[in-house]
């Protein structure tokens, strides 16, 4: 004899799936929901122990579309052996850098400095906490400033999975746009773009990361 569903399991088997669905991580995290603190909190907790990660930093043209303008590049790369830090204004010119290189007998970071022409030990030396605070600072852009920003689906950075957050205002004399795309894995900033006309003049920032690797990640050799 074949055994008869009732509507209510039904119900309660869609419902199952439907909090598995979600449980297994499927759903976005609320991004908009959080504060300053559970944002930078969600970032730490979910970035990987090593990466490295570029960014392209500058302003924007007149029309205020998202296009990049007069930009610099920065290159940030984290290890278990410490931190480096790189920026320039062409991906084939000059730059300057700076490395944090863990001592194991100060149990504090060696400082170094240069360009492209190699890395020069300095004298000071760094605790973590202040590297760590410094490096999370790029890629907390929106702490605290989705605001009235709308979700608008989701996009894809530097070939990760982003959630769009946008606001715009278009008027006769007066026009705005503020847009930040959050990776959904790890919550870190991937876009920024802020910026607006009027009355003839305009101004704004585009920030973008170009690369994210979580594999096979060093630090330069000194």
């Given at each position: ?7 209510a ?6 419902l ?14 609320k ?9 930078e ?37 984290r ?5 480096y ?22 149990g ?6 240069g ?7 300095q ?9 760590d ?7 907390g852009?929106?702490?605290?400033n989705?605001?009235s920003?709308k979700?608008?689906?989701?996009q ?14 278009n ?7 503020n ?16 910026g607006g006309?009027?009355l ?6 585009n ?5 994210f ?10």
């Amino acid at each position: 004899m074949k055994k008869k569903f009732g509507l209510a399991a039904v119900l309660a088997t869609v419902l199952a799936a439907t909090l598995l669905f979600v449980s297994c991580g499927i759903a976005d995290p609320k991004f908009e929901d959080m504060s300053s603190a559970e944002s930078e909190k969600f970032i730490k907790e979910n970035m990987p122990a090593e990466y490295s990660i570029t960014y392209t930093y500058g302003g924007y043209t007149s029309d205020g579309k998202e296009t990049a303008s007069g930009q610099y590049i920065h290159k940030y790369i984290r290890t278990a052996e410490g931190y480096y830090s790189q920026w320039q204004e062409t991906a084939d010119g000059p730059f300057y850098a700076a490395m944090y290189k863990k001592n194991a007998a100060t149990g504090k970071y060696d400082w170094y400095s240069g360009d492209q022409n190699g890395l020069v030990k300095q004298p000071n030396d760094f605790s973590e906490d202040n590297l760590d605070d410094d490096y999370m600072a790029d890629f907390g852009h929106w702490y605290g400033n989705i605001g009235s920003l709308k979700k608008k689906g989701s996009q894809k950075i530097a070939g990760r999975t982003c959630i769009r957050f946008e606001e715009s205002v278009n008027l006769i004399i007066i026009k705005y746009k503020n847009t930040v795309l959050i990776d959904k894995e790890t919550g870190i900033c991937m876009k920024y773009f802020i910026g607006g006309s009027g009355l003839g003049s305009s101004v704004g920032i585009n920030f973008e990361c170009t690369d994210f690797t979580t594999k096979n990640v060093a630090l330069p050799a000194v």
